[in-house]
């Protein structure tokens, strides 16, 4: 019997080309998994789409003296292409400026608030008096003080992966014009209560968890279990989904909590695209359904902890028959980074090899089949142009490709150029067929 199947794909911000370290991290693994699941006959629903919100988009436009909507609009133009040359099969990939998307978000946020998972606090947040407004997020860099990282950002450090505060970075200076002459200054926001979540997080990620991989259920485990605490869910920026309330004009919804979202309202958007909108539902509240989120591993706080607390503070939304909750993720198998020159892609170092500029020289099947056999599904890996080169001349094409011309060659002569029928299979030919769908 057919199983439902969906597949959330990492939503890219929309501030830059992809390269090739998106790519083997969060890309191709659910292209590849989502082929196989509907060759085993699944009904599968890959969406995704564009991340268009946050600071990463509005300290680009800075930079460029542009809209944000001109930046994620070009980058959104240049997902689409680069996806369709390398041939990824979404059913969906949208972005999170739509009105579909600003409405279920709102609508979750609601429905938390409602819950009673939302409290608002004021919070002491960094100010440049030099630029006159508050600094979220990626607008500041700092030390980390979690692991001395000189270069973190205001809301997570990318070297040990830990989920920061602007105003906890050691030394913090503003990413647009280097002020170091910050204050703190007092604000008010929501925040979603994680330490209510606790138990259920705790009892969600304690079992039925062995097909997780180690160090995904390992990070998780250990991000509970060394205590929860309130994460604000709204921001002083002005792009981005506004909060539905009065008074809270000049706040958006913090971008980590409603790209995440996305998933769900990217299946609602799907549904209509079908003239079937409910079907959705068979995806989102089903039991039996299979939930996968594809993601690099600086997302995985994010997709296993944080979304889970999401949806278990929503519980049930735009289906009132419907009699169990929104679904948690069944899995989230997150890959670790392919490095370029000893560290992770980065233009700043010159170390940069972006998705069109790659497939502007080679087709994408070698570069696909590259991908796959030193994917860093458990530990970083490394690419290199002198390796690409010769795993696409030994492997790919001597011996792979030498294995499908000699068959192929061999049929066509000795059987008139047709595919033979099978004849009876004997013990030797079961073993084989047996030790394949063992690997499945």
Known sequence: MARKILIGVAWPYANGYQHLGHLAGAYLPPDIFARYQRLAGNDVLMVSGSDAHGTPITVRADAEGVTPREIFERYHKTFLETYQQIGLTFDLFTHTDTENHHRVSQGIFLKTLENGYLYKEVQRQLYSPQEGRFLPDRYVEGTCPNC????????????????????????????ASGDT?????????????????HDELEAYLSTGKEHWRPQVINFARNYVQSGLHGRPITRDIDWGIPLPL????????????????GYFSASIEWARNQGTPEAWQAWWYDPAALT?????????????????????????????????????????????????????????????VDVPYFLSRYDPDPLRYYLTATAPETRDTEFSWDDFVERNNNELVATWGNLANRM?????????????????????DRALLNKVEAGF
């Open 246 to 261: 009065p008074g809270y004009e000049g706040k958006r919804l913090y971008v980590w909590f409603e790209a995440v979202i």
């Open 292 to 352: 996968y989120y594809f993601i690099g591993k600086d997302n995985i706080p994010f997709h296993t902890v944080i979304w889970p607390a999401e949806l278990l503070a929503v519980g049930k939304i735009y289906c009132d028959d419907c009699e169990t909750n929104l679904n948690l993720p069944y899995d989230v198998p997150a890959n670790e980074y392919l490095n370029f020159r000893g560290g992770k892609f980065s233009k700043s170092r010159g170390a940069f």
């Open 148 to 175: 001395g990282f000189p270069d973190a950002r205001g809301d997570q450090c990318d070297n040990c992966g830990k989920l920061l505060e602007p105003s906890e970075l050691i030394g913090p200076r503003s990413k």
């Open 408 to 428: 192929l060659s061999f049929a066509y002569k000795r059987f008139d150029g047709r595919v033979p029928e099978p004849g009876e299979l004997d013990e030797e």
């Open 181 to 197: 002459a910050l204050e703190v200054r007092d604000t008010e926001h929501y925040f979603l209560d994680l330490a209510r979540l």
